[in-house]
């Protein structure tokens, strides 16, 4: 849950970025820290494993608004691919805001999205968090590739909860920002009512 750092005027909110192995969530996460300002983001932090690697940074959005005076500020996490890492998706999940799943369009993949996507709300469900009601995009990344599904038989195995859907080659940031501004706006929308 969203953590309110009264002396800065702040609240904290957490993002996830969710999907299987390789689908594009570092990729989504890089992309942003690349093209944000110093002045709104703090320091990229990178856990590595032999295999795989959780990636973390904040950031101050100057475009997005205040909630009764207060300055957002996201702090922007990814978890890790496989599901061998599951107790680190699990921590990393705890106190989340909002959830980005990254599907990966290509064909081959759809079952590793369907098991991750899965995984994610078992894991949300642990957490105490209905899926249903909280902040969620989804993002169809790799769209440039050549053995994609199309977007509407890949939503209609992947989208579960009428989520908003943006498609994304995130390596040349389509559909990245628009995909963060997407689950930032839902994230927003849960603080106000609160």
């Known amino acids: 849950m969203s953590f309110i750092n009264f002396a800065a005027r702040e609240i904290n909110c957490k993002i996830v970025y969710y999907g299987p192995g390789l689908g594009g969530k570092t990729a989504n996460l890089q992309w942003i820290y690349d093209n ?3 002045t709104q ?10 295999s795989d690697r959780t990636l ?3 950031f101050l959005p100057l475009d997005l608004g205040t909630v009764r005076g207060f300055r957002t500020r996201f702090h922007l996490y990814t978890v890790p691919g496989q599901v061998f890492y599951d107790a680190s998706r699990k921590l990393i999940l705890k106190g989340v805001d909002g959830v980005v799943f990254v599907a990966d369009s290509q064909e081959e993949r ?6 991750t996507l899965e995984n994610l709300q078992e ?3 642990e957490h105490g968090f209905d899926f ?6 989804l993002q169809l990344n790799k769209r440039d590739l050549p053995s994609i599904l199309p977007v509407e038989e890949l939503a209609k195995e992947i989208q579960v909860k ?5 498609e994304g080659i995130a390596i040349q940031g389509v559909g990245v920002f628009e995909t963060l501004r997407e689950v930032a706006k839902q994230v927003l929308a849960e603080l106000k009512k609160g």
């Open 56 to 58: 973390f940074f904040d």
């Open 110 to 115: 759809l079952d590793a999205n369907l098991e």
């Open 36 to 38: 944000t300002t110093q």
């Open 123 to 125: 894991n949300l469900q």
């Open 41 to 50: 983001k703090g320091k990229m932090i990178s856990l590595a494993t032999e």
């Open 162 to 166: 009428g989520e908003p859907i943006i």
């Open 132 to 137: 249903k009601s909280i902040p969620y995009a």
